[in-house]
């Protein structure tokens, strides 16, 4: 059984981030890593942005985090509230200017601001 965990879960920081290979938006991300008992993985230091990045690079594909947008529009937080401590933009990034609330990972692991209704990876952290 442990070979069909293979590039499903990895850990930094103390934290486990998992994935089950689906897509879905923002919301939907956020609802089934709640229902899997954690949360949309969010990056708090470059150990964490990698195993992330793990992911996007094993599936070739975008994954959102859990930061969104707060009321002052091209400022984002986490999403429990805390202003971000650590951020990894991609040049000229965040651009949306309260048109893209959330916050995609790219493969090269840098990050977007990108409207919420997108499939992306679901990548969860426990």
Known sequence: ?????????TTAGGKIFATNGKKGDFHA?????QE???SIATPTNPSENDAILYFVKSYNTYAYLG????????????????KLSYTNWHSKEPS???????????????WNDKRCNQNRLIVCQF
């Open 1 to 9: 059984a442990v070979l069909h965990l293979e590039k499903m879960i």
């Open 29 to 33: 991300t956020v609802k089934e890593c």
């Open 36 to 38: 899997a008992g954690g």
């Open 67 to 82: 930061i969104k947008e707060s009321l002052i529009p091209s400022k984002f937080q986490f999403l429990d509230g805390p």
């Open 96 to 110: 949306g200017k309260g048109e893209e609330e959330c916050v995609e990972m790219y493969t090269d692991g840098t």
